[in-house]
C-alpha cells in the first residue's frame, strides 16, 4: 500500500478578484514524480507557490507527511522536508557554487549528513565539482539549474518540487536534466514536478494532472495519459 506523502484538498489560491485556483485536489505518494502540466497561465506555478508556503490559500487544505501546512511559513516547510527548486534558478550570483550549496543547508545540523549530501551532489553533478569555487553568476544555464537543484538537494529533503527545470536549456541539457530528475527519485526522494515539455515530464512520471485555468481537468497514469488523443493534441503538438 503506497504511503501519501502530499494531499492538496480543494485548493483556492486569489489574485485580488482573480481565482488562480478553483478548487483542486491532487496527491503525491512517497517515491513517485508526479508531473503537473497545462498550458501558460493555468495555474502550475501558482499550486507549487502555494505548497511550499509562498502564497496563502483563500480555501482548502495542504497535508505534508499527516501535518497541516496551509499556514506554514516557508522556511518551516523547508525543515519539514520539503524543498522548493524555483522557476528561473534564483542562484545567489555573486557568491561561489561552493557557497550557494552550503546555503541550501542552512537548516542542517547533522555535519556527517551535511557531507553526504555534498558528496552526493557532486556525484550527481561532477561540473559543479570542478567548478565548486567559481561565482555562480559565470556559469552557464545549465550549470545555474544544475546548481538549483544542487543546493535543493544540501536540505535533506524528502520531497523536491521542481517549477521548469528545463526552461531556457538547449535540448542536450533538457535530456540530461532530466535524467537527473530520475535520480533524485533513485536517491529516495520524491519529486513534483512542473514542467513546460509535457512530452519529457510525462516520459519520466508516475502520474499526471492536467491543469486548465486553475482547475484540474484530467489525471491519471503518465503511460496512460500519454497516449491520449486530446492531451496528444492539446499539450504534445502532435
Avoid at 506555478?45 to 511559513?73: C, E, M, S, W
Avoid at 525543515?79 to 550549496?101: A, C, D, K, T, W
Avoid at 533524485?184 to 514536478?193: A, D, I, M, Q
Amino acid at each position: 500500500m503506497s504511503e501519501t506523502l502530499l494531499e492538496v484538498k480543494d485548493l483556492e489560491v486569489c489574485y485580488g478578484v482573480i481565482r488562480a485556483l478553483k478548487g483542486i485536489s491532487f496527491k503525491v505518494d512517497r517515491g513517485e514524480i508526479v508531473s503537473l502540466i497545462g498550458a501558460n497561465g493555468a495555474g502550475k506555478t501558482t499550486t507549487l507557490h502555494t505548497v511550499t508556503g509562498l502564497l496563502h490559500p483563500a480555501a482548502g487544505t495542504i497535508t505534508y507527511k499527516g501535518q497541516d501546512l496551509t499556514r506554514t511559513p516557508a522556511h518551516k516547510i523547508v525543515s519539514m522536508g520539503l524543498v522548493h527548486v524555483p522557476e528561473g534558478r534564483r542562484i545567489f550570483q555573486s557568491l561561489s557554487v561552493y557557497e550557494n550549496l552550503v546555503m541550501g543547508a542552512y537548516s542542517q545540523k547533522d555535519k556527517a549528513k551535511f557531507e553526504a549530501n555534498m558528496k552526493l551532489v557532486f556525484e550527481l553533478f561532477p561540473r559543479l565539482c570542478e567548478r565548486k569555487k567559481q561565482m555562480a553568476g559565470t556559469l552557464s544555464g545549465g550549470e545555474q539549474q544544475m546548481l538549483a537543484m544542487g543546493r535543493a538537494l544540501l536540505s535533506d529533503p524528502e520531497m523536491v518540487v521542481l517549477d521548469e527545470p528545463s526552461m531556457g536549456l538547449s535540448p542536450l541539457l533538457v535530456s540530461e536534466v532530466f535524467e537527473i530528475v530520475k535520480t533524485f527519485r533513485e536517491n529516495g526522494k520524491t519529486v513534483l514536478l512542473v514542467e513546460q515539455n509535457a512530452k519529457k515530464a510525462m516520459s519520466i512520471s508516475d502520474r499526471v494532472y492536467v491543469l486548465e485555468t486553475g482547475s484540474i481537468i484530467n489525471e491519471g497514469k503518465a503511460s496512460d495519459l500519454i497516449n491520449d488523443e486530446s492531451i496528444k493534441k492539446a499539450y504534445l503538438g502532435e
